[in-house]
């Protein structure tokens, strides 16, 4: 059943209510009303891209830029609406390797995690054969070929819209903005959760259990603006907003192929040899040759015409003290690189200035521990100089992956993590090992702001699978509190 809680403020009582309608939670409210639970699902946005919604993804930006209100999308299906659709599980190693920065990394288990990777795969419309490379692996030893697979992508919002219409027991109420979880310390649970419309009226929702799937950085500052959560001084309070990661997109600089390399999609991922030798993060790191030429900003389309007219030119060489640029056919090298959780470095906190709806906003701080600088610049040389060992040609690299004085060359990938880690307990976290908060009976959080660790690969197939595993914890507990 769907319902616009603009016109309609209908609100029954569920035996769980779950915030947030992305790949999360739609996922996880679907398998719990298979399970026979009666389910409400909140979507602060409508079915369709709005203003009035996107405006209240802004936030403060501290140190690098995680472009916050433009990556993510607030309508049902979420950041899935912009998905490209690349999917890579995570390895053992990522459950047992122990991180440089000193915290612990999952609580569970590999084989605990993986089981529910078949189910994943099916949801996310993944071909039946999984993982593969198109080319063979870096001779050396240090890189192997990248085994992947490619989504539709799958639009969470259009491909299970049909079904959660026709359920009678999953109520979606849509244009519906949580803007307060009501924590109860006498009974150590959230006792309702309070919702409103853009016009500001507010109504109550009650339930057994609450689930915020909210995003990374949503999910921390709705537990932050809670005043009755904050007073309660719960240990893993603490730890909210913390730990912020993201997949490091890092210009490593250009390469020229070897004679008759085809090397327009070559993409290698690091080796645990590599790893443990260097002490480095885990990553993609892609050859690939520039279709063509993109700028952005205001001034774009005079700017993309400057460059390619240098390029046709052949002047393009005397054009880079104005600006630096690459002509199509260039062969450029990115990454997605796994950041490392740090207490004291990346974060999501509260700013001073309040949103439309009267929650204070997000200060976003997105920084590089020494861990992360130390990960780009060993890694860089260490694919540079296997590249031209291998025979495939030679590497470039950015004058900042030598020189320590330089800033490095980082964009982010849209992939936020890690605001509400789980871990053994709140000395270290935010939410056990079954997503629920530490010292809270009835609040769970879904999504990759529960990763203790990023990996080296796309968050959405794994926070799909951590919803299936909450359903089946959910499922048990039936509709008990």
């Not at 359920?167 to 109420?173: C, Q």
């Not at 885990?282 to 240098?310: D, H």
């Not at 959780?341 to 997105?366: H, N, T």
Request: proline fraction near 5%.
């Amino acid at each position: 059943m769907l319902r616009d809680f603009q016109t309609d403020k209908t609100l029954g009582e569920y035996d769980v209510c779950v915030v947030g309608g992305g790949p999360a939670g739609i996922t996880l409210a679907l398998k719990l009303v298979e399970n026979g639970l009666r389910v409400a699902l909140l979507e602060a946005g409508g079915l369709a891209y709005s203003e009035a919604s996107q405006s209240l993804y802004a936030v403060e930006k501290q140190g690098l830029d995680l472009y916050a209100e433009t990556t993510r999308l607030r309508y049902l299906g979420g950041t899935s609406n912009h998905w490209s659709g690349r999917c890579r599980p995570f390895e053992a190693a990522d459950f047992t390797t122990p991180l440089p920065t000193g915290l612990p990394g999952w609580p569970i288990s590999f084989e605990e995690f993986n089981r529910t990777l078949p189910a994943a795969m099916k949801i996310l419309d993944l071909p039946e054969i999984g993982f593969s490379a198109t080319h063979a692996d870096m001779p050396g030893g240090l890189f192997s070929a990248d085994r992947h697979a490619q989504s539709a992508p799958t639009r969470f919002g259009e491909k299970y819209l049909a079904a959660m219409k026709s359920s009678p027991t999953l109520h979606v109420h849509v244009n519906c903005n949580l803007v307060d979880l009501v924590f109860d310390p006498g009974s150590g649970a959230v006792s309702h959760l309070v919702v409103a419309d853009y016009g500001g009226q507010r109504a109550r929702i009650k339930a057994g259990r609450y689930v915020l799937a909210t995003g990374a950085i949503e999910n921390a500052r709705l537990l932050l603006n809670s005043a009755s959560l904050k007073s309660a001084a719960l240990p893993a309070f603490r730890w909210v907003g913390r730990c912020l990661m993201e997949h490091l997109n890092v210009d490593l600089g250009t390469f020229m192929a070897a004679e008759g390399l085809q090397a327009n999609d070559l993409q290698y991922f690091t080796s645990q040899a590599l790893v443990t030798r260097e002490g480095v993060g885990r990553g993609n790191i892609a050859f690939g040759k520039l279709a063509e030429v993109v700028s952005y900003g205001r001034t774009a389309a005079i700017k993309t015409f400057m460059k390619n007219l240098a390029c046709n030119l052949g002047v393009a060489d005397k054009a880079q003290f104005i600006t630096h640029f690459q002509c199509p056919g260039a062969g450029t090298i990115g990454t997605l690189l796994e950041q490392f959780p740090s207490a004291q470095g990346s974060r999501v906190e509260l700013a001073d200035v309040r949103d439309a709806l009267g929650l204070r906003k997000a200060r976003v701080i997105w920084t590089l521990a020494p861990e992360d600088k130390q990960t780009i610049r060993r890694l860089s040389l260490a694919v540079a100089k296997n590249f031209a060992e291998a025979g495939l040609g030679f590497v470039k690299l950015h004058p900042a992956m030598t020189n320590e004085a330089l800033d490095l060359p980082v964009s982010p990938h849209a992939h936020h993590m890690g605001t509400t880690r789980m871990a053994s307990s709140a000395e270290w976290g935010v939410v056990d090992e079954n997503c629920r908060m530490f010292g809270v009976r009835n609040l769970y959080i879904a999504g990759s702001s529960v990763f203790p660790t990023g990996g080296g690969g796309n968050p959405t197939m794994p926070l799909i699978q951590l919803a299936l595993r909450l359903s089946e914890h959910m499922g048990r507990l039936g509709a008990r509190m």
